[in-house]
C-alpha cells in the first residue's frame, strides 16, 4: 500500500511540473566566451540532474573498485565464519545423536574459524571420548587448556567427566579435588564428587561431604536419605581387627539419630557388636530397638548374641512370643535360647514348630547341633542332610536367577 502511494505522488508531482513547464518554460542563458548557452529552464534542469547523477555514479564506481579487494577479503572472511558457525552447530548436533566420527568431522571442519575455538575443541574431546581414542581427547584437551588461558574450569569439568567415563575414578578425583580448592562453591562439582566416591567405595571421605551436600540441598530428600544410609551401612560394615571396639563405637555415634533407629542399620552395627565381642551390648541395643519396632531380622540377630546372661534372654524373648504371636525368626531365636540355657525339650518344641512355620537351614541346623547333644546321631545327621539339600537348593535357584533368559532380542550386544 505504501509503494502503491509513492507512485502516484510520483506521478502527481512529475505531471504538475510538466504542467507548469509548458504553460512557463522559462529561460536560461550562460555566457562565457566563446561559448554561449540558451535553454528553458525545464532542459537546464534535467541537464543538471544528469550530470549530477553521472558523476555521483562515477564516483561511486572507482570507490568500490579502489574498496574491491578490501570487500572481497571481507566477504570472504564472513563466508567462512558463516561455514564455520554451521559446521559447529552440525557437530554439536551430531555430538548429542551419539555420531561420534561425524561430530569430530563437522567439529574440525569449522575449528579453524569458529568464534569459539575453546567450546569447539572441549566438543572434538567429547566426540573422541565416544570413539575410544584417548590419544586425540587428550590432544584436543591441552589444546583447549592452552585456549582457555586464567579461567579453566570449563575445561577441567570436562577433563574430570571424561575421567568419569573412561573409568579413571582416581585421576577423575584428583581433578575433582583440585576444583574444588579452588571452586569451594561449584554445585556440579559436589555432584561428581559424591559420583567418585561411591565407585571408589571412599565411604569416609563421602560421609565428610554429606553435611555440605544436605545444607546447599543439592539432592532432594529422599535420595540424600537414601545415600546417606548407604554411606553409613557401608562404613559400619567395614571389616575391624579384633580390639576395634572403640572404633565402632565412634562410627555409630557418627551415624544421624533419625538413621539409628533404621532396622538394616541396626541389623550391621549388631553383626559387628558380635564380632567385637560384644554381645551383651547388642543384646541392649535390639531389646530397646524391638520394643519401639518389630523386625524379624533383629530378633534372628537377638539370638545370635551370646550374651553372659542367657536365661534373661530367654525369659525376653518369651515376653516377645506372648505379645507379638509365633513366627519363624521368633520361634528359631527361642529354639537357640533355650538350647543354651540347655533346656533341650523346650528348645525342640521351639524349633519344630518353626520348621512346621518354614523349611529352614538354620532350623534344622540348630536341631541337628541339638540332637547331637543328645547322642541322637541318626537325627542330627538327618536334619544336616536337610541343610545341605536347603542350601543346595538355594544356590541353584540363585544361579538360574543370574543365568541369562536368551538373546532374542539381542540384550547382550547393548554394551550395557
Excluded at 553521472?54 to 561511486?60: K, L, S
Excluded at 579502489?66 to 559447529?88: G, I, M, N, Y
Excluded at 552447530?89 to 561420534?100: I, S, Y
Excluded at 568419569?164 to 556440579?188: K, M, S
Aim: net charge neutral; aromatic share 6%; with cysteine.
Amino acid at each position: 500500500m505504501k509503494t502503491l502511494f509513492g507512485i502516484l505522488l510520483l506521478l502527481f508531482v512529475a505531471t504538475s511540473a510538466a504542467l507548469i513547464a509548458i504553460r512557463n518554460p522559462g529561460y536560461v542563458l550562460i555566457a562565457r566566451e566563446p561559448f554561449v548557452l540558451e535553454t528553458s529552464v525545464a532542459v537546464f534542469v534535467l541537464l543538471t540532474a544528469a550530470a549530477f547523477a553521472i558523476f555521483y555514479f562515477g564516483v561511486r564506481l572507482m570507490t568500490r573498485i579502489v574498496r574491491a579487494p578490501r570487500d572481497l577479503a571481507r566477504w570472504r572472511q564472513a563466508r567462512r565464519t558463516r561455514k564455520a558457525r554451521e559446521a559447529f552447530v552440525t557437530g554439536l548436533t551430531h555430538l548429542l545423536e551419539g555420531e561420534w566420527q561425524k561430530a569430530e568431522k563437522s567439529l574440525l571442519a569449522g575449528l579453524h574459524a569458529t568464534d569459539s575455538p575453546l567450546l569447539g575443541n572441549l566438543a572434538a574431546a567429547l566426540a573422541a571420548q565416544g570413539q575410544n581414542d584417548p590419544e586425540k581427547r587428550d590432544q584436543y584437551l591441552t589444546r583447549a587448556y592452552e585456549l582457555s588461558g586464567d579461567n579453566t574450569l570449563a575445561v577441567d569439568m570436562t577433563q574430570a567427566r571424561l575421567q568419569l567415563r573412561a573409568g579413571r575414578h582416581e585421576q577423575a578425583l584428583a581433578t575433582l579435588v583440585r576444583i574444588r580448592a579452588l571452586h569451594p562453591t561449584h554445585t556440579d562439582v559436589l555432584r561428581l564428587l559424591i559420583d567418585v566416591y561411591r565407585r571408589l567405595h571412599d565411604w569416609q571421605d563421602l560421609a565428610g561431604l554429606l553435611p555440605e551436600v544436605h545444607r546447599r540441598k543439592l539432592l532432594p530428600e529422599i535420595e540424600f536419605d537414601a545415600l546417606e544410609l548407604e554411606a553409613r551401612r557401608e562404613l559400619l560394615s567395614l571389616s575391624l581387627p579384633p580390639g576395634a571396639l572403640g572404633t565402632l563405637h565412634e562410627a555409630w555415634a557418627a551415624v544421624p539419630e533419625p538413621l539409628r533407629r533404621d532396622p538394616d542399620l541396626l541389623a550391621v552395627y549388631a553383626r559387628q557388636l558380635i564380632a567385637q565381642n560384644a554381645a551383651d551390648e547388642c543384646v541392649n541395643l535390639l531389646s530397646t530397638a524391638l520394643e519401639g519396632s518389630w523386625d524379624e531380622r533383629l530378633v534372628l540377630l537377638y539370638g545370635e548374641a551370646r550374651s553372659a546372661h542367657p536365661a534373661a534372654q530367654l525369659e525376653t524373648a518369651e515376653e516377645w512370643l506372648a505379645r507379638h504371636g509365633e513366627s519363624p525368626a521368633l520361634l528359631l531365636t527361642l529354639g537357640r535360647l533355650a538350647r543354651r540355657n540347655r533346656l533341650h525339650d523346650r528348645a525342640r518344641g521351639y524349633l519344630e514348630r518353626s520348621l512346621a512355620l518354614a523349611n529352614s537351614a538354620e532350623s534344622h541346623q540348630e536341631l541337628g547341633a541339638l540332637y547331637e547333644e543328645s547322642g541322637d546321631v541318626a537325627r542330627a545327621l538327618d536334619h544336616y542332610r536337610q541343610v545341605l539339600t536347603s542350601r543346595d537348593r538355594l544356590l541353584a535357584m540363585s544361579t538360574a536367577k543370574r543365568a541369562p533368559t536368551g538373546t532374542a532380542h539381542g540384550a547382550s550386544d547393548y554394551g550395557y
